[in-house]
Structure formats: structure tokens, C-alpha cells
């Protein structure tokens, strides 16, 4: 089971992803079973010698200005792990990129979520780097890889935006294909900005209280 969840964790290969503009709203893909049924899930982030307290700050920036302007679901903490146990541990490392486990899974496992180090972007932009934190935090939430819903648009193969990138068949899809979500490799620009239908999915997974 563990191996099918590092499979669900997905790397953030995005090399070679071309741009595909679409005017199309609303939409998402995730797994119900492992939505968090709490509101308060924990982050803590691993000490490594390459990151520091900059990095850890512009992560929460990125979360509190995306996905908890939409939900009542906060990330709490942000501290050092050291001896403390969280809900989501944290490393980053750019050899290996970004990934995370999805939604609940996440819990046991050290690190659950890799991010990449922002203080070497290398030649990319740092909206790539952006655009990649608050993507693995929709991992986090329990949204899987929009370009990997059964119903996407044979069309997109062309761009070779998802070579390799095999259909999901055990997520539940909602409302339509969106090319504009943060969880499609498609997507372009890369920035750190949800799109309509990122919005509208979130708000369907966890419904505000009022
Ligand atoms: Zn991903």
C-alpha cells in the first residue's frame, strides 16, 4: 500500500510543459477517501542546512494567500519539527523536486511533502517555484493531477505537457476539465494564483461551516 501512495505522491516534473490557454471555468480531481476531517492539520519542517527561516516564512505566505482564503481548514504550526510529530513534515530538496503524499495519508510519513529551495531557483522563475509550493499543498488537501483525470482532452498529448503522466481512474472528478488549475502540468504561466475552478473544487471538498 505504502508504494501505491509514493506513486500517489507524484514528482512536479514539469520540464518541457508547453502552454495551453483555455477561457473554460470551473472544475478538480481528488480523493474523497483521504480528505482530513479536522480543521487544524499541523506543519512542521525538517532542519536541513539549505533552508531557512526565509523559506519557511514564503511558505506560509503562499498557503495563507491561496487556499485558506477559500476554506475553513487552517495549517497550523510552521515551526521546526525537532522532536514534535505534525500532521505534514516538510523537507525541501532541489534533486528531488516537489512531491507530496495526498490529503491524510500524509500523516507518518517523514517528510511527507518535498519542496524545492527557493533561495536557488537556478534559471527558472520563482513564480515556477511559487506555483510549486502551493501545488503540492493542494496534494496536501487531497487534489490529485488535473491533466490526469480520466475525461481530459486527448487534444493536450500533442503539447506533451503530461508525457508519462498515466490516467488516474480512482479519483472523484469535479464538474469539468480545467486547464487552468495549479494541479494540472498544462497550466501556463506557472504562478502561484488558484484558478476559478480550484476555488470552486476546494470549496466543494471542505464546505465552510456558515
Ligand atoms: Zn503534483
Redesign the pocket.
Known sequence: MKMYFLIMA???SLFGCNAIESTSSSKGYYLSRWLWNKKEISVCFLRNPTMQDQERAIVKRLVDSTWHQHIDLRFTGWGYCDSKDADITIDMDNAIG???FVGSSSVGNKPSMYLQNLRNPSSRNIGYYEFGIV??F??ALGI??EHQRPDRPADEEIAGCRNGQTIHINGETFKEYDPNSI?NYCKQPYLPILSAGDIATIKHMYPRDN
Open positions: 507524484i514528482l512536479l516537489g512531491s507530496s501545488h503540492e493542494g496534494h490529485i493531477h494541479m
